[in-house]
T-cell receptor
């Protein structure tokens, strides 16, 4: 177990709806990254938060947004859901304001599996 | 464009046998390369991390190698066990980017 938790574990939504996914970081970690993983593919970087500020973003539209709270837990919000948003959503926590150039290891949560019908 | 290519896409081996997974990358300027193990329906778990100056690193039965000149890495699994069945993902980070580049993984199946 990595100490990173995510909720819910599974979720079913319909097109056009909005969804909020939650992540609790490992104790002592101040950086959280969110990833989208489609079936049979590697995780795709959505964005990263460091001390409540966005610290990097991948190629995802603005309807993907996030928050990081003072206790370093985090939310991923997706508006106007599309069928292609169906995927496993992973969050990963790390310490020290890690950017990709850092050697800090990211600890992944178990993921939230989202199905959009 | 930064890319990470893994091969083979999938692999089936018998329990007790060894295997080697490959990772080629074009990420530049290179910072570090990590191998992760991802069990079905779970998040990835870190196996090894290597920087430019390291060419081999072991974690139990897992040994990763890195050739920064040819931009290739391999993950060697010795004396495979049924629990090694998983997806193995290579992740390469650049020093000047705000994100890491993930490969699509190699799916390993170990059969009794």
């Amino acid at each position: 177990e990595t100490g990173v938790t995510q909720s819910p574990t599974h979720l079913i939504k319909t097109r056009g709806q909005q969804v909020t996914l939650r992540c609790s970081s490992q104790s002592g970690h101040n950086t959280v990254s969110w990833y989208q993983q489609a079936l049979g593919q590697g995780p795709q970087f959505i964005f990263q938060y460091y001390r409540e500020e966005e610290n990097g973003r991948g190629n995802f539209p603005p309807r993907f947004s996030g928050l990081q709270f003072p206790n370093y837990s985090s939310e991923l919000n997706v508006n106007a859901l599309e069928l292609d948003d169906s995927a496993l959503y992973l969050c990963a926590s790390s310490s020290g304001g890690a950017t990709s150039g850092s050697q800090e290891t990211q600890y992944f949560g178990p993921g939230t599996r989202l199905l959009v019908l | 464009k930064n890319q990470v290519e893994q091969s083979p896409q999938s692999l089936i081996i018998l329990e007790g046998k060894n295997c080697t997974l490959q990772c080629n990358y074009t990420v530049s300027p290179f910072s570090n390369l990590r191998w992760y193990k991802q069990d079905t329906g779970r998040g990835p778990v870190s196996l090894t991390i290597m920087t430019f100056s390291e060419n081999t690193k072991s974690n139990g039965r897992y040994t990763a190698t890195l050739d920064a000149d040819t931009k290739q890495s391999s993950l060697h699994i010795t004396a495979s066990q049924l629990s090694d069945s998983a997806s193995y993902i290579c992740v390469v980070s650049a020093t000047n980017a705000g994100k890491s580049t993930f490969g699509d993984g190699t799916t390993l199946t170990v059969k009794p």
